[in-house]
Every structure is written in C-alpha cells, then in structure tokens.
C-alpha cells in the first residue's frame, strides 16, 4: 500500500462529484440502469465471492448485486465522501457492505485480499492507469478475477466525446479503445479471458473486459 499526494485531477473528480453527489442518479437514471444491469450479469460474480468495488459513486452496482445476492460480501470505495455518503444511506442494512474514500492508485488493503476487482464507467477518469492496474493486481487473490466497463472509443460517437471532454472536463483523463485497453492489462501481468464491446442508444460504445493474473 502506497500513500501518495493527490493529484489535480483526483482533486477535480473529488469536488466535481461531491457537488453532483445527491441528484446523480436522477440525473443518470437510465445510463445507469442500462450499463450496470448488463455488467452486473456479464461479471457472472460467484455468491460467496469478496469483492472490491473501485469507483462505487453511490453504491447503485451494489444494490443491484445485493438483489441478486443479499449476502454477498462488497467492499466500495469512492473518491467522492459525499458519494459515499448517498451509498452508506442506500445500503445502511447490509451489515456485509462496506464503503471508504480511497483513489484506485492507492489501495488501503493488504495483498491478496479479493476473488474479483471490478470497475464500471471510471477508467477514463483514472490519470495513473498502470499504477491503478497494479494496485488491483496486488489485491486480488492468485486466481481472481479483474472486470472492467468503460467507454470505448473504437465508435466514432465515443471519440467525439473523448475530444470535447478533454477541452471542457478537466476531470476527464481519455478515453481508449479497446486495443489500447487490452494492452494497458497485459503490459501489467494480467491475462484477457474475455472482452465484448456493448452500445447503448446512439452515442454510448461501452467495452466489457475480463482479466486474471498471469
């Protein structure tokens, strides 16, 4: 575990989602809905499997995880406390859940912690990838699981918004095609088991990935 100085665009990512901390899911209902009932399904997560949540925001793939399986045992962590504060209060009575600020570059728990690390709609916000990916090496158990979901820019919709993003969104890191994503585990000792791009509606080009070690 790495204790290491905030970067600006974490600092822009903390401020930008503790403002929009209680409307988001209002205000995204139906991306939600949409990319987190696929992923839930597509991550096929094993009952009994401890799981690591990066990025939770307010904890929605949780709760749809825990309709499936009220026992499973989920850790989130977010970079937004205010996020996590509309989490804790959605999930309040799932004693197995549990949520903490930390950045995906700076794990707060020890080697070999989890069966499955996953991630949904972050990756492009994360500014230290590689570091990011070893951190979730580090956490996983020998043969666990990494599952990925973010925009793909292989679409010409998704490249459009990459471009505006980076002008107008100083939060926004890049966005990659799934080559580039692909290459972004294996040059991190991880290992593609499975990947599947997904569109939803006209402009949304997502990629689903599924990784181990080695």
């Not at 401020?15 to 899911?25: F, I, T, V, W």
């Not at 989920?74 to 197995?96: V, Y």
């Not at 990459?162 to 991880?190: G, I, M």
């Amino acid at each position: 575990m790495t204790q290491q100085v905030e970067s600006q665009i974490e600092a822009t990512v903390r401020q930008q989602y503790n403002q929009l901390a209680k409307r988001y899911d209002r205000r995204w209902r139906q991306y939600i809905n949409n990319t987190l009932i696929f992923f839930k399904d597509w991550m096929r997560l094993a009952p009994d499997a401890i799981a690591l949540d990066i990025a939770c925001g307010t904890g929605e793939l949780e709760r749809l995880l825990l309709t499936q399986n009220p026992h499973q045992p989920i850790t989130g962590i977010d970079i937004s406390n205010e996020m996590l504060i509309q989490a804790h209060q959605k999930l309040s009575r799932f004693p197995n859940v549990t949520f903490q600020v930390a950045t995906a570059r700076s794990l707060p728990f020890q080697d070999h912690q989890f069966d499955a690390v996953f991630s949904a709609n972050a990756f492009h916000y994360f500014d230290q990838p590689n570091l990011a990916l070893r951190e979730m090496q580090r956490v996983l158990k020998p043969d666990g699981r990494l599952l990925l979901l973010d925009w793909c820019r292989d679409s010409w919709t998704c490249q459009l918004c990459d471009r505006v993003l980076q002008w107008l969104d100083p939060a926004h890191k890049q966005c990659y095609t799934q080559a580039e994503l692909h290459h972004l585990l294996t040059s991190n000792q991880f290992h593609i088991v499975r990947s599947q791009k997904v569109r939803f509606g006209l402009i949304w080009e997502l990629m689903a990935v599924e990784a181990v070690i080695g």
